[in-house]
């Protein structure tokens, strides 16, 4: 205690030290692997499919990886606090069938749908926020709740019946020409930036460094000042947003109409992306860069093994695989760490 | 605990004149040392609840249909998988460091395709089938717990990881068509339902696989949680991992135990999923959100501490009860599509307000905040 105490004054000073000193190299040991694997499973793919490395084929992947990648970001944070969110698919579900019956119903600018998509999705991530910070349940449970609640609210906007007839307002996440500039499509440009954001966030800014701490030890970080439970709310609700965005994306790359199975899976989907970029499912460890070549290496293998004509549902077995493979050498590299 | 004491003392010291507690005292101390927090208690409450509004509502006629024994016996088809997936997932979340599965409604589907293929296809006698698909089942729990019990992955990890590599190995080695014939149509029979002997007249049509599946896996299991080293084993490496492994208990083997019980009984899932369905689906335990996640919310509904040590079989006995006569319940008062709708509502409310009830009472008791007995509109009046 009086050790401490008469150091007020230089600890801004030591605290600018002290930061460069804890944080982590710019690209961790996991990064560079899944992007060694990453370049071999492209090489692979682009000499025993000719067509794997072309415009038209890296083009629709990348479509593919951005809402994953992008529900990722946040999915990334919930993790790293120590949470898991399993009902971010049923979110998706509940935005897009609002957005696309919005769509249909009025002609509104894509902008308006956007922005309607997204607050309906913060919306519900903060409902789920707030009973995880508050209710002090486990996150996994308190998701499986509010994920039947929210799946019952999207199935009541479906009424029983698919939405058709979808205007392509949307068209600007799309797979069409509409969809990309330069050939790189808009979707995935968002995604990139959206990581580019959220990596400068976790690593210089208080307010992310406060999320390693909540998830390194919650009363560790209450006792150092951390408004905890705020911060919760606020991760919850930025995953519901991403999600909301993540389903604009994902009215726009499906047909004119939008059927109940919407978002299903999505949930392990990203859950399986940011383990594979190496995030700590234990919490107080991980990266969104990590967690947008985990996306990267899923969509890859899955449309890999499409394009090889083996059967499509083989691909999850390589994802599995990729799982365990992913966290294995994470697992390693931490006991290696631990006793050096 | 101390709400016992305190309980019991201010009994004593505050009523002195009276000859003895009178059977409200005795009832007032009961609700006051958490009887009605007891999990099975507000399960088996819950459940009168429910039967007694949907008499009335069926006796004024509200109902769609009648709501009778029959139409609870019927609906016990789907009470016996829900059931028996909710106490793998006992015997694993209880295991504790994270424990959880994933993977049991990917078990169910790879199970059915191998058992249909060895009963139908490869002409096996339906015994050795059975017993060669349970012992399948165990080998793919055994999998999840070597990763995660002596690799150290987490549970959460393995399980999603299998989770994939199960359900896609069924759907490729199926080609995602159902696997049928005539024995396993002839199979149906062991799910369907039928009259009890000797006392069967009186009573309502009860499906078969209450007795041939779920009654015999949970009296072993009870036995085995209750009355076995094994059983006090997990429930100390769930309690306490380290304190366990002092304690001398080969806490990886016991934590891997738990995987391949989970992973049998969903062999044993898949089994009866094939004779509910009458062919082996591929995708019976993973189409739409899967069995796994239901499994998971009866079990925390049931009581099972998500972080381990703490869960017993009534529990998830009467937590599979309460959902599947709710859903039941929902059908004969919303028809129709809404209604399937509104058991998607019901889970989630009723989860999220046991699990948020049941935190805030043990938050509660366990800073001192529960007032003695005697002053109304305490503990007796806030916990339901």
Request: zero cysteines.
């Given at each position: 205690m009086t050790a401490t105490a008469p150091a007020p004054a230089p600890a801004s000073a030591s605290g600018q030290v002290s930061l460069r000193r804890i944080l982590p190299p710019v690209v961790t040991g996991q990064e560079l692997v899944l992007l060694g694997v990453l370049v071999v499973l492209w090489v692979l793919l682009g000499i025993f499919t000719p067509a794997f490395l072309t415009p038209g084929s890296i083009g629709p992947l990348l479509v593919q990886v951005a809402p994953i990648a992008l529900i990722g970001v946040g999915m990334t944070f919930v993790i790293i606090t120590a949470g898991i969110d399993v009902s971010v698919?049923?979110?998706?579900?509940?935005?897009?069938?609002?957005?696309?019956?919005?769509?249909?119903?009025?002609?509104?600018?894509?902008?308006?749908?956007?922005?309607?998509?997204?607050?309906?999705?913060?919306?519900?991530?903060?409902?789920?926020?707030?009973?995880?910070?508050?209710?002090?349940?486990?996150?996994?449970?308190?998701?499986?709740?509010?994920?039947?609640?929210?799946?019952?609210l999207g199935l009541r906007v479906f009424d029983s019946s698919t939405v058709n007839g979808i205007p392509g307002t949307l068209d600007f996440f799309g797979r069409g020409a509409a969809g990309s500039t330069l050939g790189v499509p808009h979707s995935f440009a968002i995604a990139v930036v959206a990581v580019a954001v959220a990596w400068w966030f976790l690593r210089y800014a208080k307010a992310g460094r406060n999320l390693y701490a909540i998830g390194g030890n919650q009363n560790a970080a209450r006792l150092a000042g951390i408004k905890v439970q705020p911060r919760l709310v606020w991760v919850y609700g930025i995953t519901g947003a991403l999600a909301g965005l993540a389903a604009c994306m994902i009215i726009a790359t499906g047909t004119s109409s939008l059927d109940q199975s919407v978002g299903s899976g999505k949930e392990l989907q990203v859950i399986a992306a940011v383990v594979i970029g190496g995030t700590s499912i234990l919490g107080g460890r991980g990266s969104v860069v990590g967690t947008m070549l985990g996306a990267l290496l899923v969509q890859t293998v899955v449309s890999g093994v499409t394009q090889l004509g083996w059967p499509t549902q083989l691909g999850f077995l390589f994802v599995g695989i990729c799982i365990l493979i992913a966290v294995g050498t994470d697992l390693i590299r931490e006991r290696a760490r631990r006793r050096a | 605990m101390t709400a016992v004491d305190t309980a019991t003392q201010g009994g004593?010291?505050?009523?002195?004149?009276?000859?003895?507690?009178?059977?409200?005292d005795r009832a007032r101390v009961w609700v006051a040392s958490g009887g009605l927090k007891e999990r099975a208690t507000l399960l088996l409450g819950l459940i009168v609840v429910l039967l007694v509004v949907m008499s009335i509502l069926d006796g004024v006629g509200l109902t769609s249909g009648r709501f009778n024994s029959d139409y609870l016996a019927s609906t016990l088809i789907a009470y016996v998988p829900l059931a028996l997936l909710a106490l793998a997932e006992l015997f694993v979340i209880t295991s504790g460091r994270g424990g959880i599965d994933l993977s049991v409604g990917s078990m169910v589907s790879l199970t059915g395709v191998v058992f249909a293929m060895l009963y139908q296809q490869a002409m096996l006698p339906l015994a050795a089938a059975i017993v060669l698909a349970v012992l399948f089942g165990a080998l793919l729990g055994a999998v999840n717990g070597f990763l995660t019990a002596y690799l150290g992955y987490p549970a959460l990890i393995t399980t999603l990881a299998t989770f994939y590599a199960y359900r896609s190995i069924a759907l490729v080695v199926s080609e995602q068509r159902p696997i049928s014939g005539p024995e396993?149509?002839?199979?149906?029979?062991?799910?369907?339902?039928?009259?009890?002997?000797?006392?069967?007249?009186?009573?309502?049509?009860?499906?078969?696989?209450?007795f041939t599946f779920l009654l015999?896996?949970?009296?072993?299991?009870?036995?085995?949680?209750?009355?076995?080293?094994?059983?006090?084993?997990?429930?100390?490496i769930g309690t306490n991992d380290t304190a366990a492994q002092w304690a001398g208990i080969d806490t990886r083997r016991t934590r891997m135990m738990a995987y391949?019980?989970?992973?049998?009984?969903?062999?044993l899932v898949g089994v009866y999923t094939v004779a509910q369905f009458a062919s082996a689906r591929p995708d019976a335990g993973t189409s739409g959100s899967g069995m796994a996640l239901p499994a998971i919310t009866i079990a925390v509904l049931g009581g099972v501490a998500i972080t381990g040590g703490i869960g017993r079989l009534s529990g998830i006995l009467l937590a599979a009860l309460l959902i599947v006569w709710l859903n039941a319940s929902i059908l004969l008062v919303v028809p129709g599509n809404e209604g399937a709708q509104a058991q998607l509502l019901a889970l989630g409310v009723v989860l999220l307000g046991a699990s948020l009830l049941s935190n805030a009472s043990i938050r509660r008791r366990s800073t001192g905040l529960t007032k003695p007995v005697g002053v109304p509109g305490t503990a007796a009046g806030t916990s339901r």
């Open positions: 698919a049923a979110t998706i579900m509940v935005s897009a069938v609002v957005t696309a019956r919005v769509l249909v119903a009025a002609d509104v600018p894509a902008v308006l749908a956007v922005l309607l998509a997204i607050a309906i999705g913060a919306l519900l991530g903060t409902v789920n926020g707030v009973l995880i910070a508050y209710g002090r349940v486990h996150p996994i449970i308190i998701t499986f709740g509010t994920a039947n609640l929210f799946q019952w | 004593r010291h505050g009523r002195d004149p009276e000859p003895r507690p009178s059977a409200l396993i149509s002839s199979f149906y029979s062991a799910a369907k339902a039928v009259e009890l002997p000797v006392i069967g007249a009186s009573l309502p049509l009860v499906p078969l696989g209450v015999p896996v949970a009296i072993v299991a009870w036995f085995v949680l209750n009355r076995t080293t094994y059983g006090r084993k997990l429930y100390a391949v019980t989970a992973g049998a009984i969903s062999g």
